[in-house]
């Protein structure tokens, strides 16, 4: 089956052609972002494989579907890109990656809080350029503290486990209470009392309208002053704003993101040499207390060669009609 891989990296082809020696499809890797204005480039492939910041709403929707395409690929765990309403109303098969290493972004979550704790990047730097005094990098014990996870399915889990064996306590928030936290510790609380305990929080749950700007105004305020954010989800979670106003009050001490809300078009591309133009991003940057990743919790070795199986079983699976245990629909 002929399919037409978006917003393929180096990395991208390198694992899905590894991948694909025992599935034995028929992959054209494109370098362009899936938009309206290269939704053309899809004409004559029956699949389409897609990655977190390709758009497919419902105007991109109607193109694949006059290009010919019956089906999308995400090679991701998230689907909020996709207008599930239309794909399913156009006849489109989606389907996903729902897991592929849920210990890769739990301890980049770990990461970004030792890091931001202890001040590991102004540390290196200082000792690179030849400046050994420890004034303003004073810490403190991870042990003891209280750590709120929102979202505890398998990535909230793994933060949970790996916590645990730093001595803090663990609460947490979700629709659905996960067993396995429950025996290490965890106390289940409501939003807001995750909110006002928690020296720590850390976000991974799934972008939906109901979590869209979850970490509010509101949100930060009813936080602990000096409170330490954490996002490895999905960039909307967050209103940027209101937490450029916490920061600036203090209400927020730390903040470390792998996500943005308008990542789309920034992260994964070299930008090196071009003005930011997203005002909010620029001030961002500014804090020397807010660490930015650029989307890379989920980039080991481990978890993108599972996610180029996956998205290989799942082309090979539509292309012979067998079911499909990942596909994903708007009910």
Same mark, same amino acid.
């Given at each position: 089956m ?7 990296k ?19 890797? %494109? ?8 939704? +053309? ?16 709403? $419902? ?7 006059? $290009? ?6 995400l ?5 909020? &890109? ?26 980049h979550?770990?990461?970004?809080? %030792?890091?931001? &704790? ?88 799934? %972008? ?20 330490? %954010? ?20 203090? +209400?927020l ?35 020397p ?15 993108? $060669? ?7 079983a799942?082309?090979? $699976? ?7 245990? &990942? ?5």
């Amino acid at each position: 089956m002929k399919t037409a891989v978006f917003s393929t990296k180096p990395y991208d082809r390198e694992f899905l052609e590894e991948a694909n020696q025992s599935a034995g499809q028929e992959l054209m890797f %494109l370098e362009s972002r899936l938009a309206s204005s290269t939704v +053309k480039l899809a004409e004559g492939f029956e699949s389409v494989c897609v990655f977190v910041n390709d758009q497919l709403d $419902a105007s991109v929707l109607i193109g694949l579907k006059k $290009a010919g395409v019956k089906h999308i690929a995400l090679r991701c765990a998230g689907f909020n &890109n996709v207008d599930l309403a239309s794909a399913e109303e156009l006849g489109f098969v989606v389907t996903r990656v729902p897991a592929y290493s849920p210990y890769a972004v739990a301890e980049h979550a770990v990461a970004l809080m %030792l890091s931001l &704790n202890r001040k590991i990047y102004w540390a290196h730097s200082r000792v690179r350029d030849g400046n050994y005094s420890l004034d303003g990098l004073l810490g403190f014990d991870m042990h003891g503290k209280t750590v709120g996870i929102i979202g505890t399915g398998k990535i909230g889990q793994c933060l949970a486990e790996a916590l645990h064996g730093f001595g803090v306590k663990l609460l947490g928030f979700d629709r659905y209470e996960n067993e396995r936290c429950k025996e290490i510790g965890m106390d289940y609380v409501s939003f807001d009392e995750l909110l006002a305990q928690s020296d720590v929080i850390s976000l991974h749950c799934p %972008l939906t309208p109901e979590t869209h700007h979850l970490i509010d105004n509101e949100a930060v305020a009813r936080m602990k002053r000096g409170v330490m %954010l954490i996002n490895t989800s999905r960039g909307g979670l967050i209103d940027t704003k209101a937490v450029i106003d916490g920061l600036k009050s203090g +209400k927020l001490g730390y903040m470390g993101l792998d996500v943005y809300e308008e990542e789309e078009g920034l992260f994964f591309e070299d930008k090196t040499f071009e003005v930011r133009k997203d005002d909010d991003f620029a001030r961002l940057t500014t804090f020397p207390n807010v660490i930015i990743t650029g989307h890379q919790a989920y980039f080991t070795r481990e978890a993108v $060669a599972r996610i180029a199986e996956t998205t290989l079983a799942n082309l090979a $699976a539509f292309e012979n009609g067998e079911e499909l245990t &990942n596909r994903v629909t708007a009910s």
